[in-house]
C-alpha cells in the first residue's frame, strides 16, 4: 500500500539500515553454518531477528557516543562500521580479529567505534555503562553511553544498585533492554510479577518507553529520545525494546519452550523485510540498486569468511601480553614443563 | 557392574537424597522446566514438582542468599550454579554468610547447604567463562570443597555433602558430564576428607584432582610402558585436605608431582607443597614439581588454550625430572 505521506527519514537512511541489517542476517546465517560445521568453537549466540535493535541505536547516535552489550554482540561491530572480517576472524580465534582472537564470540570490542564490550557474565555490563557515563559526563562531554542487557539481565541485582545511583548522580546513559522474552529457555512472565519492563524505572522516577524493536524507525525514534534527555543533563533513560530472537540462545538449545507458530508470527514481522518494502513502496531505490546491495553484502559476507580463515592464529606468546600493562611481568611459568 | 554417565550419578545422588529426606530441595537457572542447562537434573521436576525443583532468575546473589537463609531454618538447599564463574556474583552470600554463621552465632545457626555446578575450562569459553575456584573458596574456613573426578566418587561424595552439616561446595565439569563409569546399583556414601590412591607404585608421586587426572592417568600409563611405577592420588576433597595419605605416599616414593588445572599462585599445589616440606622434608629426595594453568587469563583462541594447559608429556617430563632422568 503506497503511501503519499512524507517518510520520515531520508531515502539514503532507508538504505543504509538495509545494507546493515542485511549483512547483519547474512554474516550470522554464515557464523551459524560454519559453527555447525567445527569450523570455531566456544559459544555462539546469533543475533537474527535482533537487527533493527542495533541498526536504530547506531543510526540515533553520534560517533562519540559509546556502546556496550551482553554476549549476544556480532552485530553491534557491523552496524558501527567495522567490516565484518574482523568480527569474523574473532569468532575463528584469530590474531586478526577484534580482540586479537583472545575473547571470541562473546566480546567484541572496539576502541575504534566506541564499542565497550561484548561481555559475558549476565548483567555485569548495566554497572559499567554507567560508569562509562559517569566519565563522559566527569569530563564535561556531551556523549551518552547507551547501555544494551537481554531482558535476563533485567533480574540481576546490580541493576536495582546501578539504577539508582545512575538517576541520583544524572548519568547520561540509556539502558536498552533487547527483550526478546527469553533468556535461555525462561520467559519474562516466569520470572517476575513485573511483566512489562519498562514499569521497572518506575520506581527510580527514571522514564521509560516501551518500544517495537522490530520496527528500524521506531528504535531510531527512541533512543533519539533517550539520548537527547541524556545529553541535556537529565540523566538516565530505559527502554524496554521488544525483538525476538529467530534461533536458539546458542547453538545447542532444543527451543522446547516456545512453538514454531510463536516464532513464525515474528519473522512476519521481520525488520529486514519491513524496511525492504518502505523501500520498494516508496520507490527509494530500484530493483537495480537493491540488486547492487544484496550483491555488496554477498561479498563482504564471503570476504570475510576468506579473510577469517586464511588468517593466523596468535602466536603461543600472545597469552602472555595484555595481562598486565608490563610487557614483562613475571609470571610463574608451570604450565609446561 | 552398572555403567552411567557422570550427570546420570549426581541425578541420582541428589533424588535419592530427595526422596530420603524432604528438607532437600533443588534450585538455580534452568534446573526444572529446562532439565538443567546440562541436563544433569533431567526428569526432577517431573518426580518432585515444582515446590522442590526450582527455576530461578538470573539473580545468583539473591538465589544463593535465599538458600543459605533457608538453611538456617531448618531445610537442606543444593543450590545449582550453571557455572561456578557466576557464583563469583554470590560469593559474598558463600563467604560471607554461610561460611561464618555457625560461628558468628556461637554454634546457634548452621548453613548445611550444597553449591554446585561445573568449574573450570571447558574449551574456548574465554576468560571469564573457564576459570577454577577450588583454591579460591578452599582458602575459607567454614567452607568444604569437594572435587569428584569420576561417576563413582561423584554420586558417593554428593549423597554425603548432601548430608553434611556444613556449606560444600561440589565443583564438577561441563567436561566430565558426559563421562560413563562404574556404579553400583543402591545406595553408598563416600567419606568427605579422603583422599583415593587409584594406582600404587614405588617411584614417584602425583597428586591431582578433578578432571585433569585424566591427563595424569595417560602420563602414568604411558611412564609405566618406560618401566617407571607412578603413585597416583585423586584427592577428591581440597578441604579438608587429606595429608595422611598424602604424607604416606611421599614417605614412599620420597618424589611428588602435583597436576592442578587452576591458576599456580597461591594455589591447592601451593599448600600441598608447604604442607610436605614441612611434614616430610627428610623424605624427599627431590624438588616437589607442579603443572599448572598458565598464570594468566584464559583466553579464547585453540592456539592460547594450547599453550595455556599442561599436557601429557609435560607430566612425565616433571616425573622423570623429580627422578633426575632428565
Ligand atoms: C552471571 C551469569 N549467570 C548466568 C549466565 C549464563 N547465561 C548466559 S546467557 C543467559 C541468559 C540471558 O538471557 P537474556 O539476558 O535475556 O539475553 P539473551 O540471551 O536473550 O540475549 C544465561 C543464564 C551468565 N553468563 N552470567
Ligand atoms: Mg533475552
Not at chain 2, 526450582?54 to 543450590?79: H, K, Q, S, W
Request: hydrophobic residues 40%.
Amino acid at each position: 500500500m503506497a503511501t503519499k505521506t512524507k517518510l520520515p527519514f531520508s531515502k539514503a537512511q532507508y538504505l543504509k539500515w538495509y545494507e546493515d541489517m542485511l549483512l547483519i542476517r547474512r554474516i550470522e546465517e554464515k557464523a551459524g553454518q560454519l559453527y555447525i560445521q567445527q569450523k570455531f568453537g566456544g559459544f555462539c549466540h546469533l543475533y537474527i531477528g535482533q537487527e533493527a535493535v542495533v541498526a536504530g541505536t547506531v543510526s540515533a547516535t553520534t560517533k562519540d557516543d559509546k556502546h556496550i552489550t551482553a554476549y549476544r554482540d556480532h552485530g553491534h561491530p557491523i552496524a558501527m562500521g567495522i567490516h565484518p572480517k574482523y568480527m569474523m576472524a574473532e569468532l575463528f580465534g584469530k590474531s586478526t580479529g577484534m580482540s586479537k582472537g583472545k575473547g571470541g564470540s562473546m566480546h567484541m570490542f572496539s576502541k575504534e567505534v566506541n564499542l565497550l564490550g561484548g561481555h559475558g557474565i549476565v548483567g555485569a555490563q548495566i554497572a559499567l555503562g554507567a560508569g562509562i557515563a559517569f566519565a563522559e559526563k566527569y569530563k564535561g562531554t556531551k556523549n551518552v553511553c547507551i547501555t544494551s542487557m537481554g531482558d535476563g539481565a533485567v533480574r540481576q541485582g546490580i541493576l536495582h544498585e546501578t539504577f539508582n545511583m545512575a538517576m541520583n548522580w544524572k548519568l547520561p546513559v540509556v539502558f536498552l533492554i533487547e527483550n526478546n522474552n527469553y533468556a535461555m529457555g525462561t520467559s519474562v512472565e516466569r520470572t517476575s510479577n513485573v511483566k512489562d519492563l519498562s514499569e521497572i524505572g518506575e520506581s527510580y522516577d527514571m522514564p521509560a518507553k516501551s518500544v517495537n524493536g522490530m520496527k528500524v524507525e521506531d528504535v531510531h525514534d527512541a533512543i533519539k529520545w533517550g539520548a537527547e534527555h541524556a545529553r541535556a543533563g537529565k540523566g538516565p533513560v530505559l527502554l524496554d525494546v521488544r525483538t525476538y530472537r529467530y534461533k536458539g540462545h546458542s547453538m545447542s538449545d532444543p527451543q522446547k519452550y516456545r512453538t514454531k507458530e510463536e516464532v513464525q508470527s515474528y519473522k512476519e514481522q521481520d525488520p529486514i523485510k519491513m524496511v525492504l518494502e518502505t523501500i520498494e513502496q516508496n520507490k527509494l531505490a530500484g530493483q537495480k540498486a537493491i540488486q547492487n546491495i544484496q550483491d555488496r553484502v554477498k561479498a563482504k559476507v564471503e570476504e570475510s569468511i576468506q579473510f577469517a580463515e586464511q588468517s593466523e592464529e596468535p602466536s603461543p606468546e600472545e597469552l602472555y601480553i595484555d595481562n598486565y600493562v608490563e610487557a614483562d611481568y613475571p609470571f610463574i611459568r608451570d604450565n609446561k614443563f | 557392574m552398572r555403567i552411567i554417565q557422570f550427570r546420570e550419578a549426581l541425578n541420582e545422588a541428589m533424588s535419592e537424597e530427595m526422596r530420603r529426606d524432604e528438607r532437600v530441595f533443588l534450585m538455580g537457572e534452568e534446573v526444572a522446566e529446562y532439565n538443567g542447562a546440562y541436563k544433569v537434573s533431567q526428569g526432577m521436576l517431573d518426580e518432585f514438582g515444582p515446590e522442590r525443583v526450582i527455576d530461578t532468575p538470573i539473580a545468583e546473589l539473591g538465589f544463593t542468599g535465599i538458600g543459605v537463609g533457608a538453611a538456617m531454618n531448618g531445610l537442606r538447599p543444593i543450590v545449582e550454579f550453571m557455572t561456578f564463574n557466576f557464583a563469583v556474583l554470590a560469593a559474598d552470600q558463600i563467604i560471607n554468610s554461610a561460611a561464618k554463621m555457625l560461628q558468628m552465632s556461637g554454634g546457634q545457626y548452621g548453613a548445611p547447604i550444597v553449591f554446585r555446578g561445573p568449574n573450570g575450562q571447558a574449551g574456548q569459553l574465554a576468560a571469564t567463562h573457564s576459570q577454577s575456584f577450588e583454591a579460591f573458596y578452599a582458602h575459607v574456613p567454614g567452607l568444604k570443597v569437594i572435587t569428584p573426578s569420576n561417576p563413582y566418587d561423584a554420586k558417593g561424595l554428593l549423597k554425603a555433602a548432601i548430608r553434611d552439616e556444613n556449606p560444600v561446595l561440589f565443583m564438577e565439569s561441563e567436561r566430565m558430564y558426559g563421562d560413563k563409569g562404574e556404579v553400583p546399583e543402591g545406595e553408598y556414601i563416600l567419606p568427605i576428607g579422603k583422599a583415593d590412591v587409584t594406582r600404587e607404585g614405588p617411584d614417584c608421586t602425583i597428586i591431582s584432582f578433578g578432571k585433569i587426572i585424566k591427563l595424569v592417568k595417560n602420563a602414568a600409563d604411558e611412564l609405566a610402558k618406560e618401566g617407571i611405577k607412578v603413585e597416583v592420588i585423586d584427592l577428591r576433597t581440597i578441604r579438608p585436605l587429606d595429608s595422611e595419605t598424602i604424607m604416606n605416599s611421599v614417605k614412599k616414593t620420597n618424589r611428588l608431582v602435583i597436576v592442578e588445572e587452576s591458576w599456580p599462585f597461591a594455589s591447592i599445589s601451593s599448600e600441598i607443597s608447604y604442607q610436605v616440606q614441612n611434614q616430610a622434608f627428610d623424605y624427599l629426595d627431590a624438588p616437589i614439581r607442579r603443572l599448572t594453568q598458565s598464570d594468566t587469563s584464559f583466553a579464547f583462541s585453540k592456539s592460547l588454550i594450547k599453550e595455556a594447559l599442561p599436557e601429557v608429556k609435560d607430566i612425565m617430563m616433571a616425573v622423570k625430572a623429580a627422578m633426575y632422568l632428565l
